[in-house]
């Protein structure tokens, strides 16, 4: 269970368990500010029913609840990759029943998933979790509606749960939902406040020595506090005080190497702590303007994140979704980045989700011809990368020598 979210956890435990043991098709509609734990918490309680790591090769599986045996079905589709919102049908049906050959057409796709649903071919009950649902917005809404319609089916045997953080969706969509009869369950995930993500730091922190009862290692519990109450008046976004929780401990860092005190001399138990003044002084760099907001975002991600946005900054144009994806898998087989390894798609889409919601990447779903395309573009151009990729030479190979 994640620190500070028992009662999500049992609300969606308990809502899944139900689903599946009553057989009661219905859909639970997630919403929440980024950065809350929707997705994480998600995945953490269907992982104790279900092997999501055998997901893709089995996806339907035996779960037992009370010493009954169910199969269940389950889809986890983050709706970012989804070039056009109506293919959302077809790409359920391939992951339900990869066996089942997908028509091209909407409408067949639409009465195969509902046959499946109903039949034999899938799960007892089959669990759809929709991430990011507000990418299948369309003007009409009528794919989002037509699925959540398939819930008010007794026999469709189908437990849909959509995720999204767009305040526009909740608006609009919900009280449509429930105006046309269709009555989802809603957990809202609210931003953290500063007692939850003090706790939520310090549980982290404290897995760096366990079993010792010295309190939080490398950092004061004053810092830590300062921490928590600047975020939690922010945005309560988690992301950004693990950001502020790294980027004061690389400062104290620095202060070190300037006075060439030797940092491996130091053990976890006797290294000086971070203190508030560390805190105050990264929180003061990051709001000084918003170019500073980026690099202190971007100097805390991984090489993959950094990769997969040099990618697109070296595109130097808007790309679909797939055009990206298919750049970064070429440019990943490239011999001088294969060391960097290949990430999974939805591991690139978590990448994706992360760089938008540190406002580094704009991620838009358009309709073009009736057709709705999901567009990445890049928030940061060539000088703002320089920075963040001078100093690691895998990443300056992507632009021969302009970087
Ligand atoms: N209660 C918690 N305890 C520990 N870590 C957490 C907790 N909640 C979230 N996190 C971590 O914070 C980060 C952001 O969480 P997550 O991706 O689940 O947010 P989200 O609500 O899905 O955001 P978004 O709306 O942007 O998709 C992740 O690294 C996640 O593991
Ligand atoms: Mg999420």
Known sequence: MLPAREAEANALKNFI????????????????????????QIRLTLSELIDLDEVYTHPVQCVEIDSKDYKVGYVYINCMSIT??????????????????SSTSLQDSKDVLLQVLKGQRSGDMNIVVLDELDKLITTNQQILFELFSWCCFPQSKLCLIGISNSLDMIDRLLPRLKINGMNPHTLNFLPYGAEHIEQIIVEKLQLLTPGSKQGTPLFHPAAVKLCAKKCASNSGDLRRAFDIIKNSFELLELELKAKDTPIEQYTLETAPTVKINHIAKVFSRVNVTASSQISSASSN?????????????????????????????TTSANPDFKLLGLLKKHEFLEVLTTLESINLVKVQNTVVKKVSVVKVSAVVGLRDLEGLIGGIPILQRLFGSVV
Do not use: H
């Open 17 to 40: 368990v139900e689903t599946i043991t009553s057989g009661k098709t219905q859909s639970l509609y997630i919403s929440g500010p980024p950065g809350t734990g929707k997705t994480a």
């Open 84 to 101: 056009r919102t109506s293919m959302i049908f077809q790409e359920i049906l391939k992951s339900l029943n990869p066996k089942i050959a």
């Open 301 to 329: 991600l991984t090489i993959q994140q950094k990769f997969i946005l040099a990618v697109l900054v070296r595109a130097e144009s808007v790309l679909t979704l797939n055009e990206l994806y298919n750049q970064y898998t």
